[in-house]
């Protein structure tokens, strides 16, 4: 019976790995709120994110993790981690794509490195920075691969296939480029974990995710274990399509804090099995003199590894970076901001603060508690919330902060806030992101067109859905804008309006701390009783 | 993917798709407009509902078959830009927009369309303006305007500041042309009517803001694709704060209806009525010294209908 555990698992864990994949591409907001919620609640990081800082609120998702973990051992990392799942596909095309068929083998574990990693992010997340989460966190990382890599090509795939299709049966669709200073590191873990599951299995899980080590520490004494029991003939079986290299086939041990629970062994060994623990006695690991030496060797060929592909990827990074430039450049000539035509602004932007996307509460709260898995940047349907870079400094990189440049903050739109796993972005009710006050917009008069060239603009205060930037008399008929404060609440549609270049005539300071905004007042109009023609 | 939606869309429109690549060919022998046909430059309704308002003014002008030949395709421009609901008056009025589909349809059109390049988010403002549902359920189809690959670029060979411009290519594909705007203040250009509502036609407006907005939308109006119908919806009319209003509190009900195949005349007329004289705004005062259409109303027949 425990054979068919094994399809059982690959199947719920695609259904994981496929939605998850699906959720992080959606161009066309397929998906709704509650579901993508729901469906994220069962990861682990964020969950336990939620759970510190929002307590009481659905942290369900990382308490049932650990009760699972507690009763089969890391099921987490093999049926629900999206980043393992997608590992798994890599190893299985590497089986069949390798001409030198490689069958796994026992390694001893890289203790000091793992532990070491997973206390890094503990003291991280005591001193209350999420820096070290945000980097090793594997559904985080897996969001960004799939947001600021999968996304885009998907994107591509559809707009060519319009082309191909012809008519409107899809449409295209846009989406502004990732910056890429942040994308190099997210690059080099997708190279990273490529490299290392298409050679090692589950070398990445066992060795640098810190959520993977710490459910390790919890299922070394889950209830029902893998053992391997009387019937074994020695054959040795289980140790070669062991993915995590846990299976310590001279003292027929099984290290349970590294066993996912791929049930691969279940699959090809009867003698395998799940047994219930009753004393659950530490099944301790031999380590043989022999397997130090061994230790020691494949040590240098990790490190080896991790270099190699750090450097193997800083020339395409580069490559792509020259490439993303030119068509930013080629993307402004189109819009029209041809030198020859206008002038340019002279007065730089000096922006203090960046902006935090609207329920995020303030900086300081938002940079401790995102761990930057990019959902609401694929999910923004106006495009403004974009991975940073050192915007908010090295303590929020990679956090979301609305770019005025890519888009601007839907009036209505209340979508990252129901969307978002971690809790950093809290859901607000419509009414209430009506008045949230992410920032303040500040006019610089002497890039403004209609102060420069004498002709009507106006594009601000057009997209300004409180009407916080007005049009008031300027010389003649003109109008030039004016700021009305404690109506503005940052979302930045007049910056992104806004048509000068290189700098904008106006444009928006983040409140580290968001404000109550007043509400627009004005006073009902008269309604005409003539129905008369005027002419 | 989002399979059941694709599947959804294919089916739904597969063959509105693949009917659109031989509208090129009906423009070589359709788009006569004959003008003998009406008496009347500009016709102009109060104190009706929309669709009533709308027909009244069709009748006048010689019916909606002077313009709609049978079996050709019709693409709408209304005003669609703002991710508000209907109410607030910021977008074309849905029952208009809808009335407008099911007579072009009964008047023969194989096809009608309506697009706009919005301001807002396109997908939301198409949804919640209520002129997606309002054209798709009359019989009609928006198509999205929300990339560049959907323009192409034309020459306007009378501007002054706007030489060349990427158009919508359901404009240059399509047989019959009708302009449906919402009469609105715009802190901007002071009023938006039928030349500024073709703002929405074309991508690159960022442009038109650099250089001297008032000459761009004239100059686009000298453009030699120019509406075959405009129909100004005057029905609720947003007095302030346009032209994306803050609440319903910036509007008055104005219940009027404009229709004239001169975009000049069309915007003279709403100014009238929304109390501005037209010689005041911009636009229409260089579009009319372009020649692009008359803003003087004492030298046009026009006529009056209350309802």
């Known amino acids: 019976m425990q054979k068919h555990l094994k399809p059982l698992r690959v199947i719920i864990s695609l259904f994981f790995l496929i939605t998850a994949s699906l959720i992080f591409i959606d161009f066309r907001e397929f998906f709704s709120e509650s579901f993508i919620s729901g469906f994220l609640s069962l990861q682990f990081a964020p969950s336990v994110m939620r759970f510190i ?47 030198k068929k490689r069958p796994y083998s026992y390694s001893p574990p890289r203790n000091k490195l793992r532990y070491s990693l997973l206390a890094v992010t503990v003291i991280f997340l005591l001193f209350g920075s999420v820096l070290a989460l945000n980097l090793l966190d594997p559904y985080s990382n897996f969001g960004r691969f799939f947001t600021y890599f999968a996304k885009p090509v998907a994107v ?10 012809g008519g409107y049966t899809l449409y295209r669709v846009s989406i502004p480029p990732i910056p890429w200073q942040t994308a190099v590191f997210p690059a080099l873990m997708l190279v990273l974990v490529v490299g290392l599951s298409y050679k090692y299995g589950r070398l990445y899980c066992n060795t640098i995710c810190p959520v993977g080590t710490f459910l390790g520490l919890i299922s070394k004494y889950s209830l029902f274990r893998i053992r391997i029991g009387e019937k074994c003939t020695g054959c040795a079986h289980c140790v070669r399509v062991c993915k995590s290299s846990c299976i310590d086939f001279k003292t027929k041990g099984i290290d349970f804090t ?8 279940l699959r090809v060994c009867e003698a395998v099995r799940y047994r219930y623990s009753g004393a659950p006695a530490l099944q301790r690991v031999s380590v043989s003199s022999e397997a130090n030496e061994k230790t020691d060797k494949s040590k240098r060929q990790f490190l080896l590894m991790v270099v190699a592909s750090l450097l193997g990827l800083k020339s395409i990074a580069s490559a792509a970076n020259s490439r993303q430039t030119t068509t930013n450049r080629a993307r402004r000539r189109n819009q029209g901001d041809e030198p020859e035509m206008s002038r340019e602004s002279t007065i730089p932007e000096n922006r203090q603060n960046p902006v935090s996307p609207p329920g995020s509460v303030s900086i300081e709260k938002f940079n401790k508690s995102c761990t930057a898995c990019g959902l609401c940047v694929s999910e923004c349907p106006g495009h403004v919330l974009q991975p940073s870079f050192m915007e908010y400094g090295l303590i929020g990189f990679m956090q979301p902060h609305m770019d005025f440049r890519s888009g601007f903050c839907n009036f209505d739109c209340t979508k990252c806030g129901e969307i978002c796993p971690t809790g950093a972005i809290q859901p607000l009710t419509v009414e209430k992101k009506h008045r949230t006050q992410t920032g303040v917009a500040i006019f610089i008069q002497e890039n403004c067109i209609v102060f420069v060239d004498h002709t009507d603009c106006g594009a601000c205060s057009e997209h300004c859905p409180t009407r916080a930037v007005d049009m008031v008399p300027f010389t003649g008929n003109l109008h030039i804008p004016e700021v009305t404060e404690n109506i503005c609440i940052g979302c930045g549609a007049c910056e992104y309006a806004c048509p000068v270049e290189p700098y904008k005539a106006i444009y928006v300071e983040g409140n580290p701390r968001h404000e109550l905004a007043d509400r627009p007042e004005h006073e009902k109009l008269e309604q005409p009783d003539t129905e008369d023609f005027p002419f | ?10 089916v739904g429109a597969g063959i509105v798709g693949s009917a659109l690549t031989f509208t090129g060919y009906n423009k070589l022998f359709g788009s006569a407009v004959s003008d003998s046909e009406s008496p009347y430059d500009l016709v102009a309704v109060r104190g009706g509902e929309p669709d009533i308002m709308f027909d009244r003014a069709i009748d006048a002008l010689g019916g909606l078959e002077r313009f709609i030949k049978k079996g050709q395709t019709v693409v709408l421009k209304p005003n669609m830009s703002w991710d508000v609901p209907p109410e607030r008056g910021a977008n074309t009025h849905p029952g208009l927009m809808s009335h407008i589909v099911k007579k072009c349809l009964e008047a023969g059109a194989s096809r009608v369309y309506a697009f706009d390049n919005t301001c807002d988010n396109w997908v939301r403002s198409y949804r919640n303006s209520g002129v997606e549902d309002a054209v798709n359920d009359a019989g009609g189809r928006v198509l999205p305007a929300n990339t560049e690959d959907y ?4 020459e306007v060979e009378k501007g002054k500041r706007l030489t060349r411009a990427k158009v919508h290519e359901l404009l240059l594909d399509s047989d019959v042309y009708i302009n449906i705007p919402v009469l609105k203040h715009h802190g901007a250009t002071g009023i938006t009517i039928t030349l500024k509502n073709l703002m929405g036609v074309v991508w690159d407006r960022r442009y038109w803001h650099n250089n001297d907005l008032q000459q761009c939308i004239a100059d686009f109006g000298t453009w030699y ?3 075959d119908l405009n129909i100004v919806d005057a029905y609720r009319v947003m007095m302030r704060n346009g032209p994306r209003g803050v609440s319903v509190d910036d509007l008055v009900e104005m219940k009027a209806l404009i229709a004239s195949t001169d975009m000049v005349a069309a915007d003279a007329a709403s100014a009238s009525l929304f109390g501005t004289e037209p010689s005041e705004v911009g636009h229409i005062k260089i579009a009319h010294e372009m020649g692009v259409g008359n803003m003087n109303l004492e030298e046009l027949s026009i006529h009056r209908i209350s309802v």
């Open chain 1, 53 to 99: 800082h929002i307590l009481g609120i659905s942290f369900f998702g990382f308490l049932f993790i650990l009760l699972l973990t507690a009763l089969f051992g890391r099921v987490y990392c093999s049926t629900i981690c999206p980043l393992g799942i997608f590992q798994d596909v890599i190893s299985w095309i590497s089986k069949k794509v390798r001409r």
């Open chain 2, 225 to 227: 694709r120019k509406p």
């Open chain 1, 258 to 265: 590294r066993c996912v629970n791929c049930m691969n062994c």
């Open chain 2, 1 to 10: 993917m989002k399979r059941r939606e694709f599947i959804r869309k294919s």
């Open chain 1, 156 to 165: 591509w795939v559809n707009n060519n296939l319009t082309g191909i299709v």
């Open chain 2, 151 to 154: 323009f192409k670029e034309v």
